[in-house]
């Protein structure tokens, strides 16, 4: 059964189509990511499923209930928690916790089972102010207040951007065992690394979802012939490769490049031999599978 | 490129920051090369801003010898600050001021002349592609452009180094690519680049990396070095290993 279903929807700021025709649905109990860089539209849509905004056009649903008819009971059901920090920051640890469980009249006792795992460990300093506390702190307590009243539907704006590599593994690992106790979660984030993680991902840019797939099927729909190519120099490695006739695109990743080709004759031979007479040493030449941003890339030339 | 008999830009020395009894910066000791790429990692709160701002003349280290791009830390801060660029997220252009405003109060700031500070706007608008946006507000292009721009803006006096701090937190990831395209190229020429992310794919494009836990340098090497020394696939799996021991 859906939680969230999304029919055509459309918004825009001004000129800016902000979400130009959006479909989707999420299952009860799934992982459901966006990834896309900022200003793809994600805290647009997330604002419309939160009630926040009236979309211009199309239907949106939340266990069943209209955004726009039926906001006040859709937010008793929804956590969500917004890009930016906005728990009180004047405001304890434990005041902040007890004032959302208050406002959605509950207590923080009777829902502890849920945020125990996360609340733990800000526990130690639940006297300090919530503006006093560390990056990946603040963001613990502002889980812990998005699920104080036990939501079905939790929804996270870019809970991990500008977050340390350690941290966005423990975030991530909590969504996990939340996604276990049935709660459905709908994420955003620019990393695509956390791709991998949920059950399915759209690919979002320019107000537009570009795919929507598990991680695992995305990178089969990348059409072309990829190779990963390493060499002593990345400058002359990146400008080489571009030269190199019939290649398509050609990216940094980490210490090497990607070379895709939309014809498919080119070997490994080939490139290693032009690489070696444009002077590149130390060369490493394997055909590769696509992963999550060479499709993401792939798919903002198409559109 | 990194070049280990290439001459040393910037030489820490025993770095030690303390803020009352908190010890953001514990005995740092590196060394970084001309025109080598190096990157400043650690987790939030690993004291990575601390350091930067003592190497940018911001901040005095409470003990420790420094010099960065020949000259001394203490002595010398103003002709530090003429011969770095700098960069970040947070700081970087003015919003109410053009596209060709920011370039000439930057490129003012730091002395070119008015007839050289012509020049290099139109060359800089042409390079990057944004000729039509010379007079729109900063606050209307979008974030990719402004982030290229503001880092050619901290290079536009040739500097000996160039600190970035967090430079591409947000963009798609062709504008990323492209973003490190423009570091390479200026690596190439010869400025050295100081630079820190959270993006770990993004430490394998430095020549060498640090990485800073809770105010010490943990490691510091090549990103084929450190995975080999750390039996890693990836600078993530590096990163964790070492930045995970210690958490909250």
Redesign the interface.
């Known amino acids: 059964m859906s939680s969230v279903i999304v029919e055509h929807i459309y918004k825009h700021f001004g000129k800016v189509k902000a979400i130009d025709d959006i479909s989707f649905a999420v299952e009860r109990g799934e992982l459901f990511g966006f990834i896309g860089p900022d200003g793809a539209g994600k805290t647009t849509l997330f604002r419309i499923l939160t009630t926040l905004l009236v979309p211009d056009k199309g239907m949106a649903v939340v266990n069943g209930l209209d955004v726009v008819k039926d906001y006040r009971k859709i937010r008793q059901d929804i956590g969500y928690m917004p890009g930016r920090f906005s728990l009180y920051t004047d405001l304890s640890v434990e005041e902040n916790l007890n004032f959302y469980a208050t406002v959605f009249g509950t207590t923080v006792a009777e829902n502890y089972d849920l945020i125990r795992d996360i609340y733990v460990q800000i526990e130690p300093f639940k006297k300090r102010k919530a503006g006093k506390l560390s990056g990946g702190m603040k963001q613990k307590l502002a889980l812990s207040c998005a699920l104080i009243h036990k939501p079905s539907v939790l929804i996270l704006d870019e809970p991990t951007t500008g977050v340390d590599a350690v941290s966005r593994l423990e975030f991530w690992e909590m969504l996990k065992r939340l996604k276990q106790s049935g709660i459905t979660i709908i994420v955003a984030t620019p990393y695509m690394d956390e791709a991998g993680l949920c059950d399915r991902v759209a690919l979002i840019q320019a107000g537009k979802i570009m795919a929507v797939s598990p991680p695992s099927e995305v990178i089969k729909t990348y059409p072309w012939q990829l190779f990963s190519v390493k060499a002593d120099d990345i400058f002359s490695l990146l400008n080489d490769l571009r030269q190199f006739p019939g290649s398509h695109t050609v990216y940094a990743f980490g210490q090497a490049a990607h070379i895709s080709f939309r014809e498919g004759d080119v070997n490994e031979a080939m490139i290693r031999e032009y690489m070696h007479d444009k002077g590149n040493k130390e060369l490493q030449v394997s055909p590769i599978q696509a992963n999550i941003e060479d499709c993401f890339m792939e798919l903002m030339i198409k559109t | 490129?990194y070049n280990p008999n290439a001459e040393n830009i910037i030489v820490v020395k025993d770095l030690v920051k303390k803020f009352g009894s908190f010890v953001a910066n514990d005995h740092l000791s590196f060394e970084v090369k001309k025109g080598e790429i190096f990157g400043f990692l650690?987790?939030?709160?690993a004291g990575k801003t601390t350091a930067i701002k003592i190497l940018c003349g911001l901040s005095y280290p409470t003990s420790g010898k420094l010099n960065v791009g020949g000259f001394d830390i203490y002595r010398e801060r103003e002709k530090i600050k003429k011969n770095i660029g700098y960069m970040s997220q947070k700081f970087s252009l003015y919003d109410d001021l053009t596209v060709f405003e920011n370039i000439r109060f930057y490129a003012g700031i730091y002395g070119l002349r008015r007839k050289v500070i012509e020049e290099r706007a139109r060359d800089l608008m042409e390079k990057l592609d944004m000729k039509e946006a010379r007079d729109m507000l900063i606050r209307g292009i979008?974030?990719g452009w402004k982030q290229k721009l503001a880092f050619s803006v901290a290079i536009i006096h040739n500097p000996k180094i160039v600190f970035l701090d967090?430079p591409t937190?947000?963009?798609?990831?062709?504008?990323r690519?492209q973003f490190?395209?423009m570091i390479?190229?200026a690596?190439?020429r010869g400025i050295t680049v100081f630079v820190t992310t959270?993006?770990?794919?993004e430490a394998?494009?430095c020549d060498r990396v640090s990485i800073m836990v809770d105010g010490k340098i943990a490691a510091l090497d090549t990103?084929?070095n450190l995975k080999k020394d750390y039996a890693a696939g990836?600078?993530?799996e590096v990163?964790?290993q070492l930045?995970?021991v210690k958490?909250?």
């Open positions: 490129m650690g987790a939030n709160g979008p974030l967090e937190g947000g963009v798609d990831p062709i504008t690519r490190w395209d390479f190229e690596s190439y959270h993006y770990m794919d394998e494009y990103p084929e990836s600078m993530n990163f964790l930045a995970r958490v909250n």
